[in-house]
């Protein structure tokens, strides 16, 4: 059991290993909570607004050739990105390599828990392909999933299930019955 346990761990270092790290990082990217957004260029934007004025603020003077390639800069992130987006709505169907980079990106557990929903949700649709955009959802529903679970079980629970011991349940009906019998003879009738 356990030698085949790490042969299967190693199979699958292996595959891991054998898949582009570009690939990886494309599937990752496509699958984050982020993705639809243009997070880069979002980013970049900002972060180069903020720069600029950081550098015209030190030094008095407006830097007129670092804010033109800056606009270079942010132009071709952003057109980066929408050559991305054509990309993938071009290619709209998962293929074997991308299903592969994603398996190794998000983890095998995470991905066949994604699929499964996925042929939960189309069993009684014969012709159904398998799209980029149906799996990335269900990979970010099952992610939500297991941080919402991760975080549920971190919480404190308002009932806990009650733990029951039957020696306890015994000394206690044992210990109501002494009480019945002292309280009976205290007021002069026999025990019940």
Do not use: N
């Not at 550098?55 to 606009?71: E, F, I, M, N």
């Not at 929408?82 to 398996?103: E, F, I, K, N």
């Amino acid at each position: 059991m356990e030698d085949d346990r790490i042969a299967e761990k190693c199979a699958s270092a292996d595959r891991e290993a054998s898949i582009p790290v570009l690939d990886r990082f494309v599937a990752r990217l496509e699958v984050s909570r982020t993705y639809p957004c243009p997070v880069v260029s979002i980013l970049t934007f900002w972060a180069g607004l903020i720069a600029l004025t950081v550098v015209d603020k030190v030094t008095g003077t407006t830097p007129v050739v670092a804010s033109r390639l800056y606009a270079v800069a942010w132009a071709l992130v952003v057109g980066l990105e929408l050559g991305r987006d054509v990309w993938v709505q071009r290619h709209r169907y998962a293929s074997p390599r991308w299903l592969q980079a994603l398996d190794a990106a998000v983890g095998h557990e995470v991905t066949v828990h994604a699929l499964a929903a996925l042929i939960r949700q189309h069993e009684h649709e014969l012709d159904y392909v398998v799209t980029r955009s149906d799996l990335r959802f269900e990979v970010q529903a099952e992610r939500a999933r297991r941080r919402e679970a991760a975080r549920r079980a971190e919480g404190f629970r308002l009932v806990e299930a009650p733990v029951i011991d039957a020696a306890q349940v015994a000394r206690d009906e044992k210990r109501r019955r002494r009480a019945r019998e002292r309280r009976a003879a205290r007021q002069g009738r026999a025990p019940a």
